[in-house]
């Protein structure tokens, strides 16, 4: 593939950047440091497999037991009619990969004439109800949700193979979604290929399965999201949902356009039909009626596509026309569309800017914003990507993205509004996207300022070299804020600065998002402190070594008990040593934080130097966790000495300031209500919604 102009640019700005930023971490990080960073840069990350799809073996009849419960959160309804062989192996399916859940199973038969009557009266934990004459599907599958005891309807055919998991990601969606009323599965064939990811449905009322044939792991299709209908292969409601709707509607019997009419009354109803991903289930499509809609069941398919447009013919003005061919830009038409690129994908766990950016998602999806999330490193990030996902977030990666010009090219036009995040990111991208989504906005986040946390760290070191890269640092910067359209920081001591500097830029406040945790421990249940922040930031490393070689002795010296714990990713070898001395316990990275937040006394923010909000001092206040800093550590987060914090710079004071913050109960307890209180008026998902609403909204 021949490599455009555009591709040639990009490329080159990245390479520039590369180099800036390589030398930049040679003088602060060390040798070997940035050679760990330049190898994860590089590596390659082949294409994720799609995995081999689990299918129960094939083996003569011999009775099993199915899951089953007095008292079932789920009920699975399935109908049946002949096809005992795929009954016999959805079941197996069922039986060999339970789900969490507790459900019941009913199989209605609708008249069979093979095996199935005989080897469904020997599983054990099976509901079989047998009808008294063939009706169809319809009736089949509304004599099985009358029988239902669950709180929830799942309706699966029985020529599927049901994926580890699938019920429980179905189920989990109501509890992430509050207005959700349907959820159906992602459906493949048996060869691997999508089979459908959430229907479209036409103007004249014709569907389409969205992505069949396609990859499952493409990133058009492994976001939740609002779906025209999805197939009644595997689909789950609430039972009282179906129940007040009426049931399938028997002007569709026997079959075909009854799921795609359950999904518009469930919207009518005021609820939403959503597609999740993460439910997969194997559909061995058109084994009991067919594929041929020209003859047998499937002829229905037709006659009912008149019936149903008649049926909703005011619902179908507002779909696209027939003929249209589906992509992202259409599914998510007459709503806000942005664009967010990041140098990787958020890592809520591990850093705060991560947290603040999966928070900023969030929010603009819950402004009814859809939000696409693309890394510039192009990674799969695991299970940091499936969480942006299952958020609504359409997150792209390679292979599906092998150029990022060609991805704009074709992309860029549906954007409202363009997010860049960090310097060296907008300084790549900033040209494509004027040229490729020029109608858009561009917002340059900042994270913090980087010259500004590069020049005093400058200064702590006393580095010439230093100084000078944080000059050409903030050059680079500042023209940035220059090209964009709007430039965010996240404290108004940043902003003061700018707007000194660049009186004409429109530069807006949104500060860390963080949501308040419960209390934690009361003060006489809590012991030790702690320090929490990621090791490939510099200020965190000279923050804790500094801690670590002149405060903590002197505070150990007083508290002879006390503990240290250290958390952070890749501490490097200077602060892992600090293990050597009695009280200090570094942990590196810690997949759950929460017992620390909330049984550690005290936490501990001995910054030297830095930029912006430190999340560290953010989520251990949320936490209800007092904090002791020093005055870079809280810089522009509304705090106040002796109120909602203890500030200290020197040494001696620091030690002394965290001995009487453990010492001293009520003083804890006042610095505890108060610090959660600065989270809520400054920090809150609701003290940016302001902000957000102006930025992205207006």
């Known amino acids: 593939m021949s490599m455009s102009w555009a591709d040639l640019r990009f490329m080159l700005e990245r390479t520039r950047g590369l180099f800036r930023r390589g030398l930049a971490s040679l003088r602060t990080r060390g040798l070997s440091a940035t050679w760990a960073r330049v190898r994860r840069q590089f590596a390659q990350h082949p294409r994720l497999p799609p995995g081999a799809l689990y299918r129960p073996a094939e083996a003569a009849f011999a009775p099993f037991t199915v899951p089953s419960s007095d008292a079932p959160r789920v009920s699975i309804v399935i ?10 192996g959805c079941l197996r399916a069922l039986a060999e990969h339970p789900p969490t859940a507790a459900c019941e199973i009913i199989v209605v038969d609708d008249g069979s004439q093979d095996e199935t009557h005989a080897w469904m009266h020997a599983i054990d934990g099976l509901r079989y109800h047998l009808r008294a004459t063939n009706g169809g599907f319809i009736a089949a599958c509304n004599d099985g949700a009358a029988l239902a005891r669950g709180t929830y309807l799942v309706f699966l055919n029985n020529d599927t193979f049901p994926q580890p998991g699938w019920l429980d990601a179905l189920l ?13 599965a992602q459906l493949v064939y048996p060869d691997g290929r999508l089979q459908e990811a959430g229907g479209v449905v036409f103007d004249d009322g014709s569907a389409w399965n969205y992505g069949r044939f396609e990859s499952p792991d493409d990133p058009r299709y492994t976001s939740v999201r609002d779906a025209d209908y999805c197939s009644g292969a595997a689909i789950m409601l609430p039972t009282a949902l179906f129940r007040e709707i009426g049931g399938f509607d028997t002007r569709y019997a026997p079959a075909y356009y009854e799921d795609t009419d359950l999904a518009f009354a469930v919207r009518a109803c005021g609820h939403r039909v959503l597609y999740q991903p ?3 289930v194997v559909h061995l499509e058109g084994i009991t009626a067919g594929t041929d809609t020209g003859s047998g069941a499937k002829a229905y398919q037709v006659r009912n596509r008149g019936v149903f447009a008649q049926k909703w013919a005011d619902a179908l003005t507002r779909q696209p026309a027939a003929g249209t061919l589906p992509s992202p830009a259409m599914l998510a038409r007459g709503r806000r569309q942005v664009l967010i690129v990041d140098s990787e994908t958020p890592r809520p766990q591990h850093d705060s800017a991560s947290l603040r950016m999966a928070n900023l998602m969030r929010m603009l999806i819950g402004e009814g914003v859809h939000v696409v999330f693309l890394p510039a490193d192009l990674h799969h990030a695991g299970g940091d990507t499936a969480a942006l996902r299952q958020h609504g977030v359409e997150t792209w990666h390679a292979p599906f993205v092998s150029s990022v010009a060609s991805w704009l090219r074709e992309h860029g036009p549906r954007f409202d509004v363009v997010v860049l995040s960090r310097h060296y990111v907008a300084a790549e991208f900033l040209p494509l996207v004027r040229r490729f989504a020029p109608q858009a906005r561009i917002v340059f986040d900042t994270v913090d300022l980087h010259f500004l946390r590069e020049a005093r760290g400058a200064d702590v070191a006393d580095d010439e070299t230093l100084r000078r890269s944080a000059q ?23 902003r003061d600065m700018l707007s000194a500097l660049l009186p004409t830029a429109q530069v807006d406040v949104l500060s860390n998002l963080h949501e308040l945790a419960d209390g934690g421990a009361p003060f006489a249940q809590r012991e030790d402190i702690v320090f929490v922040g990621g090791f490939r930031h510099p200020p965190n490393v000279d ?19 006390l503990r240290f714990h250290c958390i952070g990713a890749e501490p490097p070898a200077e602060v892992r040593a600090l293990q050597d001395q009695p009280g200090i316990v570094v942990h590196g990275h810690v997949p759950d934080i929460t017992p620390y937040m909330e049984g550690a006394r005290i936490a501990v923010a001995p ?7 430190k999340g560290k001092v953010n989520l251990s206040m949320a936490h209800g966790q007092p904090v002791v800093a020093t005055p870079c550590a809280v810089e522009g987060m509304h705090l106040v000495d002796g109120h909602d914090v203890l500030v200290a710079e020197a040494a001696d004071a620091f030690a002394a300031a965290v001995i009487r913050l453990y010492e001293d109960a009520p003083l804890w307890e006042r610095m505890s209500v108060n610090g959660r209180e600065n989270i809520r008026q400054h920090f809150s998902l609701d003290a940016a919604r302001d902000v957000v609403r102006r930025v992205f909204l207006d």
Do not use: C
């Open 79 to 88: 109908p049946v009619y002949n096809q005992a062989l795929h009954t016999l």
């Open 172 to 184: 989990d969606t109501f509890g992430a979604w509050s207005e959700a009323g349907l959820v159906g």
């Open 278 to 280: 993460a439910s997969r």
């Open 472 to 494: 050409k640092t903030r050059e680079r910067e500042l023209a940035l804020m220059r090209k964009a359209d709007t430039t965010l920081v996240v404290s108004p001591a940043e």
């Open 543 to 561: 923050a804790v070594l500094w801690f670590g070689r002149d405060i903590f002795p002197r505070i150990r010296a007083r508290l002879p008990g």
């Open 607 to 613: 910054l030297r130097f830095g930029a912006g909000v």
